[in-house]
């Protein structure tokens, strides 16, 4: 006798607030997972950079380096490097265990919106709002860059590394494609100015918000526009979006307090979470599992799929 197969669990959205760290660096400017969802990285105004236990909230060291506030961070694979940039034009590569600077990369004439390692951490790359993207070795001691992507008419909000591919979107309403192994440039004309880009888990597709209060999913490779997701509000703010763990939802922040998932293949805003009573800055999803980081007000919060469970002592399990 044959038992029907049981029906697949729906994906778990995180909408249970599991801790709300106040950082102590005046406004958050960014937070970010490191690459294996442990830790995490909130950027300040206050010009410092903190790395954070996820699970217990703690802090574990603050990098102070920058003349100005941070605006975007990275961890390498290994955990044993960061990188960090800023409005005071530069970028900071760290060592995570001693907390100094190990190089500070100078270049771009305007504040630093986007950082972020290659695969192999050998490369950081760097978006700024003078137009440029550059590409810096970070193990040589050469002070310029080995490569200088200035294909943008306006400022560079933001960037996303893969493999061989890079991603940029830009104030000037493009987001641009580039293979590095091919030698190949794409540009996909949105229109309005674009506060984030991001490439889908399986690499098929791209996801851009821009300062009309939407976000548009794409072909990578043919660059058909497969979903418009809309609801929030971003008209001022360069803001975070992201994909889910299993790319089944959409997720942005909003000018209005709110984070907002959309189911990826219907549009329809699958749960509007309150977050706060301000801007939501920034957020970043859990690469494996159902967890995202918010920031907002100088706090950021962890939010999870299920309540956390609390045991007789009151102590979080």
Same mark, same amino acid.
């Given at each position: ?34 690459? /294996?969802?442990?830790? #995490?990285? +909130? =950027?300040? $105004? %206050? !010009?410092?950079?903190?790395? *954070?236990? &996820?699970?217990? @909230? ?19 694979? /290994?955990?044993?490097? #960061?990188? +960090? =940039?800023? $409005? %005071? !034009?530069?970028?900071?590569? *760290?060592? &995570?265990?001693? @907390? ?20 192999e951490a050998s490369v950081i790359l760097s978006g700024s709002i003078d137009?440029?993207?550059?590409? *810096? ?181």
């Amino acid at each position: 006798m044959a038992f029907p197969q049981p029906r697949p669990q729906p994906p778990q959205l995180p909408r249970h607030l599991h801790r709300t760290i106040d950082c102590q660096q005046g406004a958050v400017r960014a937070v970010r997972f490191n690459a /294996d969802g442990n830790y #995490l990285l +909130s =950027c300040g $105004s %206050d !010009k410092s950079l903190k790395l *954070w236990s &996820v699970s217990r @909230g703690t802090l574990l060291k603050t990098y102070s380096g920058h003349g100005y506030e941070v605006l975007d961070a990275d961890g390498s694979y /290994d955990n044993s490097q #960061l990188c +960090s =940039c800023s $409005s %005071d !034009k530069t970028v900071i590569l *760290w060592d &995570v265990a001693s @907390g100094q600077v190990t190089r500070k990369l100078r270049g771009h004439v305007g504040k630093v919106n986007c950082v972020q390692f290659n695969d192999e951490a050998s490369v950081i790359l760097s978006g700024s709002i003078d137009g440029t993207v550059r590409c *810096w070795d970070t193990r040589s001691r050469r002070m310029e860059p080995i490569q200088v992507l200035d294909e943008a008419r306006d400022g560079v909000s933001s960037l996303k590394v893969s493999e061989h591919e890079v991603l940029t979107g830009s104030v000037d309403g493009r987001v641009r494609h580039y293979d590095l192994r091919m030698g190949q440039l794409h540009v996909d004309f949105i229109g309005s100015p674009i506060t984030c880009v991001c490439f889908t888990q399986d690499g098929q597709c791209t996801l851009s918000s821009t300062l009309d209060s939407t976000l548009r999913l794409l072909d990578k490779s043919t660059g058909e526009m497969l979903g418009e997701y809309t609801g929030h509000q971003n008209k001022s703010y360069k803001m975070d979006c992201s994909l889910s763990n299993k790319d089944t939802h959409v997720v942005s922040c909003s000018e209005e307090g709110h984070v907002y998932y959309w189911d990826l293949v219907e549009g329809s805003v699958a749960l509007k979470l309150p977050v706060g009573k301000g801007v939501v800055q920034s957020l970043s999803f859990h690469p494996t599992d159902p967890l995202l980081l918010t920031a907002t007000e100088g706090r950021v919060q962890v939010w999870g799929g299920e309540p956390l469970e609390t045991s007789e002592d009151g102590t979080e399990t």
